[in-house]
Each structure stands twice: as C-alpha cells, then as structure tokens.
C-alpha cells in the first residue's frame, strides 16, 4: 500500500471542556478528492484548522504523505506542499491582484527571504503569476487592488492564491459559499481544472458541487466521521440519513 | 504551456511593465539632478543648512515608512535606531581624531547603519512576533529604556551634554576634508540617493513584497509558506539599518548627539513627518520630510505658535486625508488619466483659495489672543502680515473676523460645486 | 520599618492616582481596541480647569465641574474625531490620538503659558493627619486615596450591578448583538469614553496640586499610564489595579531606598574592579536605584511583553 497523501488517526480536539473533534480516522489518497460534508457545528473547519496547525490538536497525529506534521508552524506544513484556502474571503486585499498570485509563487519558486532578488526581474514569476490568472480567468483584473473585486471574482482570486505554490494537497474550505447558481458553476468547473491530478480535500455544504466533484466523501456529525465512501454509498447510507434528518428537525425546534 | 511563455508586445499587460520601467528611472534622474543643482539655486549657508537637515529627515522617514507604510507596525522609539547609530558615529569619529586613523569620512555612516542594524536584531529578535500594540508598545519600552540610559550610561551618551566630535580628522576624500558646509551638503546627498535607492529597490525583492502581503494579512501569508515573524524580523533589520545611516548623517552634519537624538519627541516627529507626507506610497515620506522641515524652520521663524499649526495639520490630515499629501496627490491620477484634470482646476481655485485665507484670518485672531494674552504689560504693539497695529483695538480683530468668515464663507458656499466637479472628473466618459 | 509604612503610603497614593487614569484608559481600550495616546492629556486638562475654576470658586467647585467639562470634551472627541477616523482602520487611530495629545500640549501652553500654575491644596486639607516617627503624613494624601478608593468602588458597582453596566459589558464583547436589541451602541461608546476621560480630569484635579500644574505634565504620566494597562493586561480593569498599585510602590521604593548596582553585583560575589575609572562598564557600576526608578516600569513591560504577552490579568494578545 502506498502512503496516503493526508492520514489522520485519533485525531480530538477540545476547547475548555467542549470536545469539538472526537477522534478522528481518516486516510486520504493520493490524487483523490475528498469532500466533507456535514450539519453546521459539526467541526468541520475545526478539522482544517488542525489540519493545517491554526490550531493544536489536542491528541491524535496528521501525517502528509507519511510524515508527521507535529509541533510545525502553518508556513512550514505549506513548504511541505500542504495548501488551503479559507471559509471567510482571506487575500491580500490592498495589493493588486496580480501581487496577490506573485506572492503565493515566491516560496515555491525558492526565492526564500532574499533580498538581492528583484520581483519585476524574474520571468518566471510574472509569467507563472499571468498563468494563474489566465486559469482564473482575472487577467483583465491584473492591476487592480484585489479588495475591489466582486464576491466571486474574490473567492477565484483565492484560490489561486492557494494552488499558485504548486502545492499537491489543496484544502478548499466552503469554496462556494454565498454564491450564486452561475457563480457556483463556474467555481466548481474552476475547481476541476486546477485541481486536476492533485489531492483536493474540501468542505462544502452545496450537494450539487459535492457530488459532482468529489471521489469519495466523509460525513462529519459532532466530531466524528459517521461514513466514508463513494458518493453513492454515503448518500445510500441509513446513518448519514439519519444525521442529516435529526439535525434538519433539531434546528426545527 | 508553450504559449503562455511567448511575449506578444500587444497585450495589455506586458505594455504596462515596459512603461512601468521608464516610468521609474524618470523621477531618480529628476531627483540626482534636483539635489546637485540645490545649492546652485539656494546659495546661503543657512539653506544649506536646511537642505541638510531635509535630506537626513528623508532618510529617516523613508526607513520609517519600511515599517509603517511597506510592513503596518508602528514604531513609538524609532529614533533610538537613528540615535545609536548616530552616537556609535561619533564615537567612530573621535577615534579616528584620537587615534590618527586613517578613515575616510563619506563611508562613516555605513557604520552608523551597521551598528542601527545590529540593536534592530537584538529588539526585533523579540518584538516583531506581533505587529500590533504589542510591536508598538515594546518600541515605545525599548526607547524610553534608551532614551533613559542616555543620561546614566555617560561613557557612550556623554550624559546631558551628549557627545561631540570633529569631522576634518577623517582621510581626506579626493582631496575634500569635509570643511566647508558645501562638501557636507554632498556626501548628505549622495547618501540619500543611495539609501533611497536600495530602500525602493528593497521594496521590490521577495521579501519586501512579502512585507506587503503579512501587512495586509498575517495569516493568509504564513499559508503561504512566509513566516510572518520572519518577515518582520527582516523589514526590522532593514529599517534599523537606513536608520543608522541617518544617524551618521547627523553625526557629520551637526558634530554632535545628545539625549535629544533618542528620545520619545523624536521619535514622535518622524512619526508625525510620515504619516504627514503619506505612508501608501514610496515617496510619501520624502514629501512628508520636505514639508515638514519647511515648515518647523520657515513657520517657526514667523511664529512662536508653528507647532499648534503643525498640529492642527497633522490632525486634520489624519481625519481627512489618511493617505497624506502622497495620498493626496495620487488621487489625481485617475482624473489625469481621464484627461478631465483641467475640469478641475477652475472648481479648486473657487474653493481653495478662500479657504486659505479664511484659514489665514483664523490664524490672525489665534496670533492676536496670544499676543493679547501672553506678550509684556504695557506692549500692545504686534507685527502681522507686515502690518504693524494694536492688538488692544476693536479694528484689528473686526478685520481678521471677517476675513476669517468671509473666506471660510466662500469656501463652504462653493465646495458643494468642487465635489461635482471632482465627481465629474472622475467618471469615464460622459461630456468632457 | 516605619519608613518602610510612609513609603507604604506614598506608593499608594501613586498607584491610586495611575489607576484613576488607567482604568478609564483600560475601559476605553476594550471599547475601542485602541490605545488612547491623549488620554494623559485630559488629565492635565482637568487640572488646568480645576485651577481655573478655582481661581473663581473655590477648589471643591472645582473637582466637580473641571471633570464634567473634560467629559464632554472627551465625549466631543469620540463623536467627531474618533469615530470618523475608525473607518481607516487601527493605526491611524492610535495616530489620531498621538497627534491630539501634542495638539492639546501646545493649546495648553498657548492658553495658560509655559509656567507652572499657583495651583494649591485648598487650606481646608493643608494639614498633617498624622505622624509616623517623624514623618508626616499630609491629610491632603488621605483625601487622595478616599477619593480614588471611592471612585474604583463607584466604577465597579456600576460596571457589575447595574443594567446600564451590563449593557456596556455586553456592547464591549458583543457590538452588533446589543445593537440588534435596540441599544444605541455608538451612544454607550461616546459615554464610555467620555466618562474615561472624566475619570483622567478627576485624577488631574486632585493631582494637579501636588505633582504640579505645568505643560509637561500630561507627557510625564502619558506614557506609565500605557505601560500600566499593557502590564496589567489590556483591558482588564483587575489588572489595571495591580499594575497601578504595583507601578507606585515600584517606583516609590526604588526612589527612597539607595541601592546601588555596586552593591547588588558585590553581593552576588562579583568585585568591584581596581580601576573604575577606566573600566568600560564604569556607569554600570555606580548607577542606584533612584536613578532608575522612573525606568523601572518600561523595563518592567517588556519583560512581561516577552514573557506573558497578555500581561498579568489579560486574556488576549492585543
């Protein structure tokens, strides 16, 4: 057996006495995607948090492509090849747009702290950032500060900024969220592309995006993986019903 | 692949980056040819004086702006970079006069900026963790701490009297020792062509553009495989450094350091001098330093009240016009594009001409309740805008009432049609 | 022992004083998130219209009205400067207050001179209440310590017992909530800080005669007042206490007791060098503890900055 890209064993995380993450087990191939999915509150940007060491878990280890992830700050999980995107719009928003891709290219182009390199210099970065926009489709944006983009224009901007390092695990986390139908379909056909051949983990919450895009899938309910499987056989399955009904007649009350 | 890596000179893009290459040498060729001919136009030792001083605040609010403008922390003890710098020069110098070194002068400040570079490592290895009050409280810590030890530590601060030195002692430089204010007014210049040079060319390497991205958004960056306290560290270091190089700038220039260097006044101007001159653009602190030495020396020859001014203009700018005079300026460049600048110009003298001298008249009453106020018993006698009246008649005050109200009358009747006529430069299209 | 119980005393009157202006400060900063640079500044301004006033009235009409004044001049700044500079963010508020704190020193001086003012303890405390062996204790001291007693007592009711102190404890946490349930947040915000500002014109007042009536007296105190709430941890109103109290005795012991660094490095078992004189540390040497008891505190804070960041009561890094 090949080592998974992501592995996640007893993984818990608890807040006071609030067990937000209660013992996960997840191992994650290869060039899959993933999604997870899941009722409000139930820990799954919790779970990319300590993924990605926003915060630390409170047991339990992640391991990217077999190596454990212990004790490291976020920059140096992303030097590893670890990439992720955020629920809430996170870009740079008073530098251009074009700024905003050229930066996320720096590290992975080995340009490190220097600071005898000159940015406008280098073709490959402008050239590697112009790549970038043109698969987002901003670069007639290029020179605008990314804080005046439209909603969705901000979330592809976003993106970007995540796959622009070359990355091979991509963490999307709500990737559509508030958007509308036609934007939503033009992010997941944006999503498809850039993702193509890497390992994608994402939570969402629209279905239709889910299941068009993912390859298998984990339902998260308080804190614990309930199923995993190939869309069909989690959407087939009597326990993820179950979840999604409960929570759907508990917010009723 | 192989297409995106062809250039076509056609697009848009590529257009923009080969203007933005001529765009950028232009204002250094105009800059170098302004600080040679200088002293040509302005020939008196008093205005060499004050140039000097200019460039030296230039340096400093630029290496200021490292931190403020390129990296969001706020600094309350920058002036200690500056000051050790400065006092760690004069040491230099007065071995080199102790000793018979030989040194040759004009390379002085380049140890200034090493040893401001050096204390920036010490404090930046704990205090760039953070950016916000954290960073700017244990600056303004740090520099209190200095400014404090400047009067008990008297072997390096030479206590209240500070320390002087001698700056013909160096190796004469090509055959100029540094006598004459003139050769001063040089080797100033060309250490701010220098230091501005490689602080815009700072600005543009990987880390200067990371400075950018952590300012805007910590967290996002340390995502991006930067360490947000790396990066700061980095900028610190930097910004200590041209710091230095003022410092040893002013050890040439005044031959002495005092208490005065360090403490928290000082690092309250230059604070105050960025801010003013615009902290989003590279130039912003060269106008700020421009401006604000023009005013502290001309204003203050005028008025005892200059720094009541000065503030006044610092607040309103801070209230109206964050972006500083930079700010200020730059925000015409839309309308210019537009072609529609000239539409403006007609707006802006309705209004702002009365407006200034409304603002005049307001100054005229605040100059004659003090004089009213604070000047001897028995001398009634003030000198204003060359007149020279009573301060203890109705008819000054009347005068300078109605100029106030007038003016600032004028100024608010008007100001509805310069915000139309603004909008209207500003919108693409329509009737120009 | 009993000059240890005078210096007791005196670093208490010190410590009160502070807290009078840091718990209006710390109150502030949960508010707003923003240091107040200026606050010292109402400070000196309550002291110059107590005398003002006192000239006219009497001191006692004085510690009444000069605090109301620099309230509504406090509230008046919130509304009309504050609040318009927030929309730009943190940094250029906190410069905003930096830039009002100069501007009120040169108004100050522009009003009243550079001299220090005739302001004085009214005849009816310039008495001594009491002796302890030798020295005496001011009743002027006593009075001080009542009022800022009964001020922290005044402060914390309000904040814990009553409803307009619930609401402005639950504005602080939760802005947008409160607003949703009819509360006119900006309205607590513009009192909150103007009562922050009173609680500097009362200190100001009472401090005036004693520390003195002059220009510098804001930039004197402007500063310990941050490094206090910073060590106390930023917005804990606990913490300001502390960090008070600890600040004044501090500095009051460090001032009476001569201790020199000679003596402390001799006792640890270093030696005093032969030659002192030529010694590059000779400074090192022959510093004592008044020299450094203004500095104390700012050396105090960064170490409590490197170490426990949030301070001593804080929960939250800035």
Not at chain 2, 31 to 54: E, G, K
Request: proline share 4%; hydrophobic share 50%.
């Amino acid at each position: 057996m090949s080592t998974a890209a992501l592995e996640l064993t007893g993984l818990k995380k608890s807040f006071g006495k609030a067990e937000i993450i209660r013992g996960i087990d997840l191992s994650i191939g290869k060039a899959e995607r993933h999604a997870i999915i899941g009722p409000n509150g139930a820990g799954k940007s919790t779970l990319f948090n300590l993924i990605t060491a926003r915060f630390p878990p409170s047991a339990g280890t992640v391991k990217l492509h077999g190596e454990d992830l212990a004790g490291l700050e976020p920059y140096q999980i992303n030097r590893k090849g670890l990439s992720r995107s955020f629920q809430i719009t996170n870009i740079f928003p008073k530098m251009t747009v074009f700024e905003n891709v050229r930066c996320a290219l720096l590290w992975s182009q080995g340009y490190k702290y220097s600071f005898w390199n000159l940015v406008n210099r280098s073709r490959a970065l402008t050239e590697g950032a112009e790549a970038i926009l043109e698969q987002i489709n901003l670069l007639e944006r290029r020179d605008l500060p990314a804080g005046t983009l439209s909603y969705a224009e901000q979330r592809a901007l976003e993106i970007g900024i995540t796959i622009a390092g070359g990355a091979d695990v991509i963490m999307l986390d709500e990737p559509t969220a508030g958007m509308s139908h036609s934007e939503t379909d033009y992010i997941t056909d944006l999503i498809m592309k850039v993702t193509e051949g890497k390992t994608l983990i994402m939570v969402e919450h629209d279905m239709g995006v889910v299941f068009g895009l993912a390859d298998r899938i984990s339902v998260l309910v308080y804190g614990e993986i309930i199923a995993t499987g190939k869309p069909e056989d989690v959407r087939a399955d009597p326990k993820v019903q179950e979840a999604y009904l409960g929570a759907a007649l508990e917010a009723e009350h | 692949m192989n297409d995106q890596l062809k250039t076509d000179p056609s697009k848009p893009a590529q257009r923009m980056r080969a203007g933005s290459m001529t765009l950028t040498l232009g204002p250094w060729i105009v800059a170098a040819i302004a600080l040679l001919v200088m002293p040509y136009i302005f020939t008196s030792n008093s205005a060499l004086t004050i140039m000097n001083q200019m460039w030296i605040t230039v340096v400093f609010a630029l290496a200021y702006n490292m931190l403020l403008g390129q990296g969001g922390m706020l600094s309350f003890g920058h002036a200690v970079y500056m000051g050790l710098g400065g006092f760690f020069c004069m040491h230099l110098m007065n071995y080199i006069e102790d000793f018979g070194l030989a040194f040759p002068l004009p390379l002085l400040p380049l140890f200034g900026g090493l040893f401001g570079m050096g204390f920036a490592m010490i404090i930046g290895s704990f205090s760039t963790s953070g950016a916000g009050t954290r960073f700017a409280m244990i600056s303004l810590g740090v520099g209190e701490l200095i400014a404090a030890c400047s009067v008990i530590i008297v072997a390096f601060f030479g206590g209240e009297e500070g320390i002087s030195g001698d700056r013909t002692y160096g190796l004469p430089f090509f055959g100029v020792e540094f006598l004459k204010q003139i050769e001063v007014y040089y080797l100033i210049s060309f250490w701010l062509m220098l230091s501005a040079v490689l602080m815009y060319l700072f600005s543009r390497t990987p880390v200067g553009r990371m400075a950018n991205a952590v300012r805007d958004n910590p967290e996002r960056a340390q995502f991006l495989g930067y360490s947000a306290r790396w990066v700061r560290f980095y900028s610190f270091c930097a910004s200590g450094f041209f710091c230095g190089i003022a410092g040893g700038l002013f050890a040439i220039s005044y031959e002495i350091l005092t208490e005065e260097n360090l403490n928290a006044t000082s690092s309250g101007v230059i604070l105050l001098v960025t801010f003013l001159g615009g902290v989003g653009f590279f130039f912003g602190p060269i106008i700020g330093a421009i401006a604000f030495t023009l005013l502290q020396t001309v204003l203050s020859l005028q008025t005892e009240l200059w720094a009541i001014y000065v503030g006044g203009l610092f607040l309103a700018t801070v209230m109206f016009f964050p972006g500083g005079l930079a700010g200020l300026m730059m925000m015409h460049v839309p309308a210019l594009r537009l072609g529609k600048a000239g539409g403006l110009v007609m707006p802006y003298i309705k209004t702002l001409i009365p407006g200034a001298i409304g603002v005049l008249g307001v100054c005229a009453l605040i100059e004659m309740t003090f004089h009213f106020r604070h000047a001897a018993k028995g001398d009634h006698e003030m000198t204003l805008f060359w007149t020279t009246f009573d301060s203890h008649t109705v008819m000054p005050w009347l005068i300078a009432g109605i100029v106030a109200a007038v003016g600032l009358g004028v100024a608010r009747a008007t100001a509805p049609a310069m915000k139309e006529a603004w909008d209207e430069a500003n919108t693409a299209g329509g009737a120009s | 022992m009993e000059l240890i119980l005078v210096n007791v005393i005196d670093g208490l009157v010190t410590g009160l004083l502070l807290f009078m202006l840091s718990a209006g400060l710390t109150l502030i900063f949960s508010m707003m998130g923003v240091l107040n640079f200026a606050h010292a500044s109402f400070y000196m301004l309550g002291a110059y219209f107590a005398y003002q006033i006192s000239l006219a009235l009497g001191f006692w009409v004085g510690l009444l009205i000069a605090p109301l004044i620099v309230g509504v001049m406090g509230a008046g700044v919130e509304r009309y400067g504050l609040r318009r500079v927030h929309q730009y963010g943190h940094v250029p508020e906190l410069i905003f207050t930096f830039g009002l704190a100069l501007l009120i020193e040169e108004l100050v001086q522009f009003v009243w001179g550079k001299n220090q003012m005739a302001y004085d303890i009214p005849d009816i405390l310039n008495f001594t209440a009491f002796s302890i062996a030798g020295n005496s204790i001011p009743a002027y001291k006593i009075f001080m310590i009542f009022i800022s007693v009964g001020i922290f007592m005044g402060l914390l009711y309000v904040l814990t017992k009553t409803r307009v102190g619930m609401i402005i404890q639950a504005a602080l946490s939760y802005p947008r909530t409160v607003e949703a349930l009819g509360h006119n947040v900006p309205l607590i915000f513009m009192g909150v800080f103007g009562v922050g500002t009173a609680l500097a014109g009362v200190a100001g007042v009472i401090a005036g005669p004693v520390l003195g009536t002059f220009p510098g007296m804001a930039f004197v105190l402007g500063s310990i007042v941050f490094v206090t709430i910073v060590i106390g941890g930023l917005g804990s109103l606990w913490g300001a206490l502390v960090a008070s109290l600890l600040i004044g005795w501090i500095t009051t012991f460090a001032k009476s007791y001569n201790i020199a660094m000679s003596d402390i490095l001799n006792g640890i078992g270093i030696a005093t060098p032969e030659n002192l004189s030529d010694n590059m540390f000779r400074d090192l040497w022959t510093v004592t503890s008044p020299q450094i008891a203004d500095i104390l505190p700012y050396i105090l804070m960064v170490l409590i900055l490197i170490f426990r960041p949030a301070g001593l009561f804080g929960k939250r890094e800035s």
